[in-house]
């Protein structure tokens, strides 16, 4: 049982390249969740999938877009990166309304 | 949309003493607040939660205090250990609507011995 995993850890970007960030979860969790942490900031959510087949948008949206493959897998995509966007980026899943269990996270630097 | 506020942002204690960690939030209709703690380069790890209809929850040396009333929660660590030294995070949520959670900005504790 590997919980929740994503890749890669680290990616270095120039702006303007894109790339997608990917997150899978092997505890059958209903809820996935997209958040950027920044120091200072705490952690923000740029998207989220209730459910298999759902996106929404969250507090700081623009810029990314997601994909919910299948109840597993939830997919974060960069189209044109920027140097604003650099940042941690941590996957969460849930089954129900309770704990979150987050990601390794994904150090993404923007030049 | 909800906003949650974590004070202090930085809190120094001694080996032993207490350390408190105060939340407030803006939504009424949350009702789940749960705290992370995230060692450095560490994902963040739930610590303990409480939801709205308990006023107060202990697990060891850590208790979280609730006031629906106030809208405001706190965390409380007892007999501080150099172990405990990391960021905390306190997050609120309402059930439904994808059971997002709105976090504060996080209080980095450091135990000195």
């Known amino acids: 049982n590997a919980g929740v995993t994503q890749t890669p850890k680290f990616q270095v970007l120039k702006t303007g390249q894109s790339m997608t960030l990917q997150c899978a979860q092997d505890m059958n969790h209903n809820s996935m969740y997209w958040y950027r942490q920044d120091p200072g900031m705490g952690l923000r959510l740029i998207y989220y999938?209730?459910?298999?087949?759902?996106?929404d948008k969250g507090e700081v949206p623009n810029g990314y877009n997601v994909s919910r493959l299948n109840k597993r897998e939830f997919s974060l995509r960069l189209e044109s990166a920027a140097p604003s966007q650099t940042s941690v980026y941590f996957c969460?899943?849930?089954?129900?309304?309770?704990?979150?269990?987050f990601g390794p996270g994904t150090r993404l630097t923007v030049t | 949309g909800e906003n949650v506020e974590q004070h202090p942002s930085t809190l120094s204690v001694q080996e032993g003493d207490s350390a408190v960690i105060k939340c407030t939030y803006s939504d009424s209709a949350s009702n789940y607040f749960p705290w992370y703690k995230q060692e450095l380069g560490k994902r963040p790890q739930l610590i303990i939660d409480?939801?709205?209809?308990?006023g107060e929850k202990k697990d060891q040396r850590i208790a979280v205090t609730l006031n629906k009333t106030a809208k405001h929660f706190s965390l409380h660590i007892t007999e501080t250990q150099p172990e405990d030294s990391a960021v905390y995070f306190c997050?609120?949520?309402?059930?439904?609507?994808?059971?997002?959670?709105?976090f504060g900005t996080g209080t980095q504790l450091k135990v000195e011995l």
């Open positions: 409480i939801r709205s209809n308990v």
């Open positions: 999938s209730a459910s298999e087949g759902t996106t």
């Open positions: 969460a899943s849930t089954v129900s309304y309770g704990e979150q269990y």
């Open positions: 997050a609120a949520g309402a059930t439904g609507g994808g059971n997002k959670l709105t």
